[in-house]
């Protein structure tokens, strides 16, 4: 029994039992995490099921009764939850748009600093905003963007004379300030990603363009992007599954009555008509947030398997 | 021009404007922290005349000394130290305990495990299943309730499994051979190889639990309230979830106490920063490595 090797083998001529007694302790040390897991992630999942069913307060989280598509009927035919779900892909599509290429122009433009010492300084002040909470982030903005004392405001004043504008209260400069604030907040950390990706390329390709005369544009385009193609891809593909999920505290933070007719994306409604409401419609609200989750999930799905098809390239 | 003059790999109008894009990073990184800093230690008059940009004018510690007198805020403070502290302890000890038995690919179930970790990271309950999970396990209004749904988090489990998987088998070997069970090869063995992956789930943990508002809001009575959630507070009040309270709205006063507040509650992160860097950047890119 000592003799064993480090990993289990494979179980091939023992029994199932002698399995299990070999390795019990390795199903004791995972049983508290498993259960504690499944309860905080799969129980939630399941309690889906609440879409379906007629939610009473304190008869717990899967409802009394079946409804059937109730619920659905009732979200497919209100206004409101349309306008979120517009909101919601216009927000994640140009967010995606305007926000996916810029670590990657910032990986590569960062790769070809010659200073070392000046590139590392870059780096590490480019991940700070990426640890400062979303609630600091907004109250910066409120700051800069203020009517009253705000820098921008005061800056615009007096070069142009304009009055002072509220532009977090303003629906034209949601979507704006919402791609800038993501801009400024994950641009630097998700470039780590592609410039590990670039450090990886082999030191010869370079070398053999070089003495054949490439620029170093020419090698950006010709051996840079090409070579860190597949990570660009699985990267796009984490993106679009994500396509609905945005970021629901950051738009919490920054939703007004006034900008609503933009702000109000579905994570927003569902919370307006679920915790936050005075009469709460459990059963609607998940109704809502179970479309979404299997359309992220079929997102996720179809973005990997035609990633698998044209660039063999998958993330699972 | 460039290919006239062939100095090889000489580009010098990509080397400007390479300079030009990394100081307006470096900036666009940098200025808003001052501003606020700036408008932190200025006079309110100096505020209220728009005089204020990158320094501080008339510089005074008013601000700080009224948030300092605040009770709320140490009250706020100090939760948010407790729910960090103990939120990310609990986190790590469930997630080695996960991680350890996960690493090993040819345990039974193990696959069917991982696959389980991996679809929830891609679909799972909605806000409101998580919500009443939560109410029905009476966990409203306490602690737990935003320390036990945030213990296991998908992403630095895939972390730590892949640390453990990088250590060499032959160490694992050995410490059967010389009789150590799995426990024992996990404290004696693993662990102390784990540090350098721990310090970096740990701070991927202690940055959510620290930067965390929006649960405390939902599941927190008003005196549980950390840092973050006072901040909102205070900065906020005309959103629709509209129970701002906190100080005064004579409102040039205010912005020196919203900046100081920032300030205060980013403080230890940026401090911290610059020292934990290194194993932010690790842990992102084994994690990556296969995600």
New interface residues.
């Given amino acids: 029994m ?10 091939k001529g023992v029994s199932a039992k002698r ?1 299990f007694i070999n ?1 019990w ?3 004791a ?2 049983l ?3 259960a ?13 099921i ?1 879409a379906f069913r007629r ?1 009473r307060p304190l008869t ?2 899967f409802g009394v009764r079946w409804e059937g598509l109730r619920y659905f009927n009732q979200f497919l035919g209100q206004p409101d939850f349309w306008r979120a779900f517009r909101n919601t892909l216009t927000l994640s599509a140009m967010n995606l748009i305007i926000n996916f290429p810029v670590p990657i122009i ?1 990986a590569i ?2 790769n ?3 200073s070392l010492r ?1 590139k590392k ?2 780096q ?6 990426r ?6 982030v ?3 903005l ?3 963007l ?1 009517p ?2 705000g ?1 921008l405001n ?1 800056v615009i004043q007096q070069i142009t004379g304009n009055p002072p504008v509220f532009y977090m ?1 303003e629906a034209a400069y949601f979507r704006p300030l919402y791609i800038l604030t993501d801009m ?1 907040q994950y641009s ?2 998700s470039a ?2 592609y410039l ?1 990706a670039i450090t990886g390329i082999d030191a010869d390709m370079f070398e053999a363009a ?1 003495i054949d ?1 490439a ?3 020419q090698m950006i385009w010709y051996i840079t992007l090409p070579t860190i193609m597949p990570t660009i891809m699985v990267m796009f593909i984490l993106k679009v ?1 994500h396509l609905l999920s945005l970021g ?2 950051k738009v ?2 920054m ?3 006034s900008n ?1 007719v933009v702000s109000d994306i579905i ?1 927003t409604y ?3 008509m ?3 409401a005075t009469a709460p419609q ?1 059963s609607y ?2 109704a ?3 479309f ?3 359309i ?2 079929i997102l ?1 799905s179809s973005s990997n398997y035609l990633s698998r098809r044209l660039t063999g390239e998958s ?2 | 021009m460039i290919h006239k003059h062939r100095i090889k790999d000489k580009s010098p109008a990509l080397d400007a404007l390479i300079w030009f894009v990394m100081i307006f990073v470096l900036l666009a990184c940098v200025l808003p922290f001052l501003y606020i800093i700036a408008m932190s230690f200025s006079s309110s008059r100096a505020i209220l005349n728009n005089r204020v940009s990158l320094w501080p004018v008339e510089f005074n510690v008013e601000a700080y000394r009224q948030v300092f007198a605040y009770p709320n805020f140490f009250k706020a403070y100090g939760n948010t130290l407790i729910y960090t502290f103990f939120g990310t302890l609990i986190s790590l000890c469930m997630m080695v305990l996960f991680a350890y038995p996960l690493s090993k690919n040819r345990l039974k179930g193990q696959s069917l495990v991982m696959k389980l970790v991996v679809f929830s990271m891609f679909f799972g309950g909605g806000l409101v299943p998580n919500y009443l999970l939560i109410s029905s396990l009476k966990l409203t209004g306490t602690v737990f309730a935003i320390i036990l749904p945030f213990a296991i988090n998908q992403f630095n489990l895939i972390i730590l499994i892949n640390f453990i998987r990088s250590l060499p088998e032959e160490l694992e070997e050995a410490a059967r051979i010389d009789g150590l069970n799995y426990f024992g090869i996990l404290i004696r063995i693993i662990l102390p190889l784990l540090t350098a992956a721990l310090a970096t789930v740990g701070l991927y943990t202690a940055v959510f639990f620290w930067n965390d508002w929006f649960y405390a809001l939902i599941y927190l009575k008003s005196y549980q309230y950390p840092v973050m959630l006072l901040l909102r507070n205070i900065v906020n009040g005309t959103t629709m979830v509209g129970e701002a309270g906190g100080v005064g709205e004579k409102a040039f006063v205010a912005i020196a106490i919203k900046s100081a507040v920032i300030i205060t509650s980013t403080l230890p992160i940026i401090l911290l920063y610059p020292f934990l860097q290194k194993y932010f950047v690790k842990g992102m890119l084994v994690g990556a490595i296969k995600g």
Wanted: cysteine-free; hydrophobic content about 45%; proline content about 7%.
């Fill in positions: 000592k003799q064993k090797t480090a990993s289990p083998p494979p179980a399995y390795h302790q390795l199903y040390m995972l508290l995490p498993l504690y897991f499944l309860l905080f992630k799969y129980v939630p999942m399941f309690g889906n609440l939610f717990g989280p910032f433009l960062l070809e600093l010659r000046f300084l870059v590490t002040v480019s991940y700070i905003p640890f400062v909470s979303t609630v600091v907004v109250s910066i409120m700051e800069l203020s009253s004392s820098v005061r209260n400024w630097g950390w780590i990603i590990a070089r005369g620029s170093r544009t599954g629901f505290e919490l933070l939703y007004t009555p609503s994570d569902v919370y307006r679920s915790i936050a459990y609200a998940t809502i947030g179970l979404s989750g299997v992220g999930l996720v993330i699972y």
